[in-house]
């Protein structure tokens, strides 16, 4: 269902503005399932970890050559269709930032700081009384 969903909105997107746009829906389980326990958070400061969703399971290949890029400094653990990273001199000094995670593992992703992941986590608990709205 959440799949259907990012269709119907990269379609509707498409529409629009005449562009392909990928679309990554989550449920709000799944967002608080991403968002519950950073693997790395051990490593250091939590303003270098961050997130990255992925639009659908890597190839095992693909995962494997993205983990045999790890250096001293970034680091990143693969679990529940996300990569959790955390990039040991700030995420805007590496080089392995969400271009380079698309490309590697073949997907397409979007990569939020740890902050924001657990807001999103926070809001989506919240499951708030308002029927849905459309937003133009």
Same mark, same amino acid.
């Given at each position: 269902?959440?799949?259907?969903?990012?269709?119907?909105?990269?379609?509707?997107?498409? $529409?629009?503005?005449? *562009?392909?746009?990928?679309?990554?829906? @989550?449920?709000? !389980?799944?967002? *608080?399932?991403?968002? +519950?326990?950073?693997?790395?958070?051990? +490593?250091? !400061?939590?303003? $270098? =970890?961050?997130?990255?969703? =992925?639009?659908?399971?890597?190839?095992?290949?693909?995962?494997?050559? =993205?983990?045999?890029?790890? $250096? !001293?400094?970034? @680091?990143?653990?693969?679990?529940?269709?996300?990569?959790?990273?955390?990039?040991?001199?700030?995420?805007? /000094?590496? @080089?392995?930032?969400?271009? +380079?995670?698309? @490309?590697?593992?073949?997907?397409?992703? /979007?990569?939020?700081?740890?902050? /924001?992941?657990?807001? =999103?986590?926070?809001?989506?608990?919240?499951?708030?009384?308002?029927?849905? *709205? *459309?937003?133009?």
């Amino acid at each position: 269902e959440a799949h259907d969903a990012a269709l119907e909105m990269s379609l509707e997107i498409k $529409n629009k503005i005449d *562009r392909d746009i990928v679309v990554i829906v @989550k449920t709000s !389980d799944e967002i *608080r399932r991403i968002a +519950f326990e950073h693997p790395l958070a051990s +490593f250091g !400061d939590e303003k $270098n =970890l961050y997130v990255t969703i =992925l639009s659908h399971d890597p190839a095992a290949p693909d995962v494997e050559t =993205l983990m045999e890029t790890m $250096n !001293d400094v970034d @680091k990143h653990e693969i679990m529940h269709r996300a990569v959790y990273s955390y990039y040991g001199q700030g995420y805007g /000094t590496s @080089k392995r930032s969400n271009n +380079f995670i698309e @490309k590697i593992l073949k997907v397409s992703a /979007t990569t939020r700081n740890w902050a /924001t992941m657990r807001t =999103l986590a926070e809001l989506s608990s919240e499951g708030g009384s308002e029927p849905p *709205r *459309r937003i133009r």
